[in-house]
């Protein structure tokens, strides 16, 4: 069985990932100018945002699946958080904008939760 919170998570998650996606694809150089970028490449920014699009909308769209899709679901979220906060990590110390440590937190905030949901679905 798959808990009902971990389908309401499955909505939240498709909320906040077009929360980002919507701007990031629309226009990169503003958000992330907000947000203390000082120079933006929009391609990559925009590969960003698509992918946020692709997990986000995969999350709505299985959010009343099964048991298998949500751990297939759960093992590329899990993926994706964990090397997206690796990678911001690296850049933090690399001298990325003060935001990326915000990004590395939810990123890595979203990790721990799908563990211990994935955990769970074992």
């Known amino acids: 069985m798959v808990p009902p919170s971990l389908r309401r998570w499955f909505v939240v998650h498709f909320l906040v990932d077009l929360l980002f996606a919507v ?3 629309a226009a990169p150089e503003l958000l992330l100018g907000w947000l203390g970028w000082i120079a933006v ?3 990559t920014a925009r590969l960003v945002g698509a992918a946020l ?9 299985g959010r009343n699946e099964g048991r298998e899709v949500f751990r297939a679901m759960l093992d590329l ?10 990678g911001l ?20 905030a979203f990790f721990c ?6 955990l769970r679905l074992r």
């Open 77 to 86: 979220k899990l993926l994706w958080s964990a090397t997206a906060t690796v």
């Open 53 to 61: 699009v692709g997990i986000g909308v995969q999350s709505w769209r």
């Open 41 to 43: 490449d929009p391609v």
């Open 89 to 108: 990590l690296v850049s933090l110390l690399q001298g990325a904008p003060v935001a990326t440590g915000l990004f590395a937190a939810v990123f890595a």
């Open 113 to 118: 939760l799908w563990g211990s949901y994935r």
């Open 23 to 25: 701007p990031l694809l």
